[in-house]
């Protein structure tokens, strides 16, 4: 069977344009609302939080059943209909509650989607990039479009504009194929075995670690800008470079993993995060290094990622890789999500943006060091890791 690119390509775009209206705003929703740093941070933390059971669960169902489209249908319904109880609640408890029962079904939809496109690209997963960079135009497209409506009607239809773009999730979700994954290979190792190889572990604290250094960009970017008088359209843009700079990598990726192995790419991409957070964090009034620190996220992010999905394939195989995926987006984006963003809440206002975001870097040195110990030193050559 054909691969259904416009399909697959169609959900990344829906789900990251989404994503884009989100993640830039909605923190700024809150504080316009009249939340604290704090109350900012701990729902942001809720949201991310479920990404730590809510992936395992789903994942499991889905290894079981076979059917990962199905899960994602169903997850992508109920998040539309809770999302929507923003539109009518008021108060931190109210917002507390739906941010954990609208994500605890968001938060399942991408690990699995994940999964679906590696079952449907089955012995080409080197194109995943090419599908992937779609995600990244989806953002690209709302984040910038956001910004500027922003700077003129203000924030009062955030709840409505992320309503309807999960209902396009949806939508894209229903109209992609499911996938079935073959069983083949490593697939035959039970995924005890999987886990207890200390490569493994090393790679998910690795990137759990990532994630805590991006918990202070994801919830207080916006505010920091804001804070030091940058505009919601300038905001919008430094978002959108970054992505921007995503795409560019993700276009140029398959002739980088044929010249390069993911252990050298994931090593030179944690010492670029490096660099970013510290010039994000010590360098705000000087909108070139800013932007510098922006097309670092090609890196920090994009190079990072597509590694991850290329390594939890490796490990995992197609067997066992709806729970790989899921287990990857609890450990990193979930319980580092978590961690990132519960820190940089509690010490924004005490500690200030530069202390946040030199621990950020400090994480990331910590990673650099375990993954240049542990990931990808045994039994590599045949996955391209060196």
């Known amino acids: 069977m054909s691969v259904p690119y416009w399909r697959l390509s169609g959900f990344y775009f829906c789900y990251f344009a989404t994503l884009g209206g989100f993640l830039p705003y909605w923190s700024l929703y809150l504080e316009s609302v009249d939340f604290n740093a704090i109350e900012i941070g701990e729902l942001s933390a809720l949201l991310v939080g479920t990404k730590i059971i809510a992936p395992n669960i789903w994942g499991w169902i889905a290894d079981r059943s076979g059917r990962s489209l199905r899960i994602i249908r169903i997850a992508c319904f109920f998040a539309v209909i809770l999302f929507s109880g923003f539109l009518f609640v008021e108060g931190y408890f109210a917002f507390a509650l739906l941010t954990v029962a609208f994500s605890f079904f968001w938060n399942a939809a991408l690990p699995q989607f994940e999964a679906a496109t590696l079952f449907h690209l089955k012995q080409e997963p080197q194109r995943y990039s090419q599908i992937r960079l779609w995600g990244s135009i989806g953002f690209i497209v709302t984040v910038t479009g956001i910004g500027g409506l922003l700077d003129w009607q203000g924030l009062a239809f955030m709840p409505e504009i992320i309503t309807g773009l999960l209902g396009s999730i949806w939508l894209m979700a229903l109209l992609t194929p499911e996938a079935y994954a073959s069983q083949q290979g490593i697939d035959g190792i039970a995924i005890g075995g999987i886990l207890k190889k200390p490569e493994v572990w090393a790679f998910f604290f690795v990137y759990m670690l990532l994630q805590v250094a991006h918990g202070p960009y994801y919830v207080f970017y916006s505010i920091f800008l804001n804070q030091h008088d940058y505009s ?155």
């Open 232 to 386: 919601g359209t300038t905001t919008g843009m430094l978002w959108s470079l970054g992505v921007f700079a995503e795409i560019v990598l993700f276009v140029l990726m398959r002739r980088v993993l044929v010249k390069y192995s993911l252990r050298h790419i994931l090593l030179v991409s944690i010492l670029l995060s490096i660099v970013r957070w510290l010039l994000i964090g010590w360098c705000a009034d000087n909108l070139a290094l800013l932007v510098f620190a922006q097309v670092l996220h090609a890196a920090t992010f994009g190079a990072t990622h597509v590694t991850a999905i290329h390594l939890v394939d490796y490990y995992f195989g197609h067997r066992h890789q709806g729970k790989g995926q899921a287990l990857y987006s609890s450990v990193s984006f979930g319980l580092g999500g978590v961690l990132g963003s519960l820190y940089s809440g509690y010490f924004w206002d005490s500690q200030g943006a530069r202390f946040v975001y030199s621990i950020a870097a400090v994480c990331c040195c910590l990673a650099l060091l375990i993954a240049y110990v542990w990931v990808g030193r045994d039994n590599a050559k045949q996955a391209g890791f060196v």
